[in-house]
């Protein structure tokens, strides 16, 4: 398989706190990643380097994407480039309709893919079809992004983005936090659905439980900045049991 | 954060102002300077009538008795009057060659900025008087109007054609002695337009002004008058461009607007003036009075003003509310972007009973510039069971611009209702990030949050006007995200 992701020896600091500590990932084609790890660790940092956002300074390692160093991207040019972030706290704008944005977003794409703007007939059978995938209210697409949105829709609303930009590597940051049951089934076929064989997502949770709707390739514990363990899906069973007293102890050798 | 924040701040382009050209045309200019001889001078090169020159003579005594304004939130350099041209004229405004008698080098110009002088090629019916400096170059659709009964000529014109309606009409709802700038407009005026609207005609096309400074050193000063008989309706709109100078230059503009009963007439305006530099150097400086006054029973007015323009935004379109069941409407988006600085908003004057007004102003500051709405509602004792509601909306891109809202509320009856509602919000980094993540660019994405902070106003605008405008609020804070 084709490497798509490639993160070697990454640190990074904010404010002169050194928040990553030398973090090695790959991530190919076809693969599911999930990242655990207490909070604070350094997940959500390590999501945001890699779509862009100027939170962290790096100060050592590098990214590839796909065989091209990510920090030569803006974070449009890196979501063009089919870079996927489901956001933890999703943010709100108000005034901005979804389908105003979503559709300014996906003719962006496609610009830069070379195909013409999608027809308002073809975009609104595009968004129905994606509405019916992750069964998100209708409603809410003709409401301004995120604004006035419940806990749970933001993140359902997060899925939907996903389904309509068809990303390569989908990285969502703790989308099934403040799900309630049936919601984190919606996402979690959502995610199922939408994954082929030349795509890649890395997932970030604290429970093992959406673990059991996608099976993930690999298990990674970030842990104070730096990836301490990695294995297959029954370390997500482990960490369940055993909690992150276990790693800790681990990392300080006792 | 901090960091990132004075990078994109630092990265404040010059926006990009398509308009900034000049054209290099022989044109008649007086010397720099104002006195008495110079409004005779005026005068004289329009050739009016008698009266006109009394009016100017007793404007221009009246003016120099007077002060600028200080009351608004602006700072406002010392402008020296005798430094200023007061009439400036392409020379060869009718071209000798051209058939319809326009000089082809000012229908290029005019080309260029968009408005076609040609009736033939306009297919959006639009029908405009094109002012360059101190003069209008060309109104078309004169003859198509006048079928209809309708008057739609430059000012000089309709003084010479049609001085017993300027007699009624002029300054009888902006008296020159209404303020500072006034009685200056009113004594150095050289052109602007007028329109005329009889009973129970709808104007079949729209009517609109456009207005271009082109020479340097000079002011322009402008009127404009709109009358609406009896049951007639006309929709106008206005345009102005200016060429990118390091000098400041005056503006200061009357607007007069005359509706009867069951009349109704929109005015919308997209002011684009050159607004300056990045660094606050040169840019018009825009005093504008305008006021309509609804004089008979359901008239209406309507202002819709998008302003992205100028270093100095002074303008209050207002309504006098006269009468009863009379309508008035403010519908605003003011942008500074830089150093610009604007005050702006409205009068609403309620007189008549059972009166109704609603203001929706939605200010947008960028860079370091400051943005004010400033309004006064007022309900006279007679005027029962009248109504305001006012929306004043601010939204801050970055933390070095300011807004503020001046609302002055005075009502003399029991049975009226005002209501002000006021918001203030801020484009913040994450939700251009949001964007971004979403393949949106950073100027698209300020575009879109603008756009939609607007749209509530863009939407009463005529739907050319509204693309245009659209854009132009995206250019006007190129760059500018905090
Ligand atoms: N803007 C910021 N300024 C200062 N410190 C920050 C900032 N953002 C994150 N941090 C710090 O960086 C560290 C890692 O934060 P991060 O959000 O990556 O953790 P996380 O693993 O996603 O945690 P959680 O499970 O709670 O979401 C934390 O100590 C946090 O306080
Ligand atoms: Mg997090």
Redesign the interface.
């Known amino acids: 398989m084709n490497s798509m992701l490639s993160i070697k020896d990454l640190r990074a600091s904010i404010e002169d706190k050194e928040i990553l500590k030398g973090i090695t990932l790959e991530v190919k084609e076809g693969e599911v990643h999930a990242i655990m790890g207490p909070n604070g660790s350094g997940k959500s940092t390590l999501a945001s380097l890699v779509?862009?956002?100027?939170?962290a300074d790096v100060t050592g390692g590098s990214i590839t994407y796909l065989g091209k160093n990510l920090f030569d991207l803006?974070?449009?040019e890196?979501?063009?480039a089919g870079i996927?972030?489901g956001?933890q706290y999703?943010?709100?704008?108000?005034?901005?309709?979804m389908v105003?944005?979503?559709k300014?977003?996906l003719n962006?794409?496609r610009k830069?893919k070379g195909l013409e703007p999608l027809s308002a007939k073809d975009f609104l059978k595009l968004l129905r079809e994606k509405k019916d995938m992750v069964e998100i209210d209708s409603k809410l697409t003709n409401r301004?992004?995120n604004a006035g949105f419940s806990g749970g829709e933001k993140k359902k609303n997060e899925i939907f983005?996903m389904a309509m930009?068809e990303p390569k590597l989908a990285i969502l940051d703790e989308t099934d936090s403040g799900l309630d049951i049936d919601a984190l089934k919606i996402v979690a076929n959502g995610v199922n659905k939408l994954k082929r064989k030349d795509n890649a997502t890395i997932i970030i949770t604290h429970y093992q439980r959406l673990l059991d709707y996608i099976i993930p390739d690999y298990v990674h514990v970030l842990f104070d900045g730096r990836i301490v363990k990695s294995g297959g899906k029954e370390l997500a069973l482990k960490l369940e049991e055993k909690g992150y007293e276990w790693i800790r102890n681990q990392v300080n050798g006792n | 954060?901090k960091k990132?924040q004075n990078k994109i701040l630092s990265e404040v382009t010059g926006s990009d102002y398509k308009y900034g050209f000049y054209t290099d045309i022989d044109i008649e200019i007086f010397p720099p300077g104002l006195n008495e001889d110079v409004v005779r001078a005026i005068s004289a090169k329009n050739e009016e009538p008698e009266f006109m020159l009394e009016f100017r003579l007793k404007a221009y005594r009246h003016w120099l008795k007077m002060e600028i304004p200080d009351w608004a939130h602006l700072k406002i350099p010392e402008i020296n009057y005798q430094d200023i041209s007061y009439y400036a004229a392409p020379k060869n405004k009718k071209g000798t060659e051209s058939p319809d008698g326009v000089d082809p080098e000012l229908r290029k110009t005019f080309e260029k900025l968009g408005i076609s002088l040609d009736e033939q090629k306009r297919l959006s019916g639009v029908a405009v008087d094109a002012v360059m400096d101190s003069v209008s170059v060309k109104t078309t659709f004169q003859e198509t109007l006048a079928e209809h009964g309708i008057i739609f000529c430059s000012m000089s014109e309709a003084i010479k054609e049609h001085p017993d309606l300027i007699k009624k009409y002029l300054g009888s709802v902006v008296p020159y002695t209404d303020n500072y700038f006034t009685a200056l407009n009113a004594a150095v005026f050289s052109d602007g337009s007028f329109c005329y609207i009889p009973k129970g005609v709808k104007a079949p096309m729209e009517l609109s002004t456009y207005f271009r400074i082109n020479a340097a050193n000079t002011g322009q000063f402008e009127r404009t008058l709109i009358v609406a008989e009896e049951g007639s309706y006309v929709s106008y709109l206005e345009g102005c461009t200016a060429p990118m100078r390091d000098e400041n230059q005056l503006h200061a503009a009357v607007v007069e607007i005359i509706v009867e009963k069951d009349a109704y007439v929109k005015y919308s305006t997209v002011q684009n003036w050159y607004p300056g530099d990045k660094n606050g150097k040169g840019g018009i400086f825009n005093f504008v009075t305008k006021r309509g006054i609804c004089r008979g029973e359901r008239s209406k007015i309507s202002w819709t003003q998008v302003e992205t323009g100028s270093a100095i935004t002074w303008k209050y379109p207002s309504c006098i509310l006269k009468g009863n069941n009379s309508v008035g409407e403010f519908n605003s988006v003011a942008v500074t972007n830089n150093y610009q600085q604007a005050d702006t908003g409205t009068k609403m004057i309620h007189i008549g009973k059972n009166t109704k007004s609603t203001i929706i102003s939605k200010g947008i500051s960028a860079g370091f510039s400051n943005n004010s709405y400033r309004g006064l509602v007022k309900v006279v004792k007679k005027a029962q069971n009248s109504r305001n509601f006012s929306q004043c909306d601010s939204l801050l891109l970055g933390d070095q611009c300011g807004a503020h809202t001046f609302p002055y509320i005075e009502v003399d009856n029991a049975n009226s209702i005002v209501e002000h509602e006021a918001t203030t919000?801020k484009i913040?980094e994450?939700?251009i990030?949001?964007?971004?993540?979403?393949?949106?660019?950073?100027e698209?994405a300020i575009g879109?949050?603008v756009n939609?902070?607007a749209?509530e106003v863009l939407n009463k605008l005529p739907m050319e006007f509204a693309v245009e405008a659209q854009k132009l609020l995206q250019i006007s804070l190129e760059g500018s995200v905090g």
């Open positions: 779509a862009g956002k100027e939170l803006n974070p449009e890196r979501s063009k996927f972030l956001f999703p943010t709100e704008i108000p005034g901005v309709t105003n944005f979503l300014t977003a962006e794409h830069h301004s992004v983005q930009l | 954060m990132e919000s913040g994450d939700q990030f949001y964007c971004n993540q979403r393949g949106i660019s950073t698209d879109l949050i939609g902070y749209k």
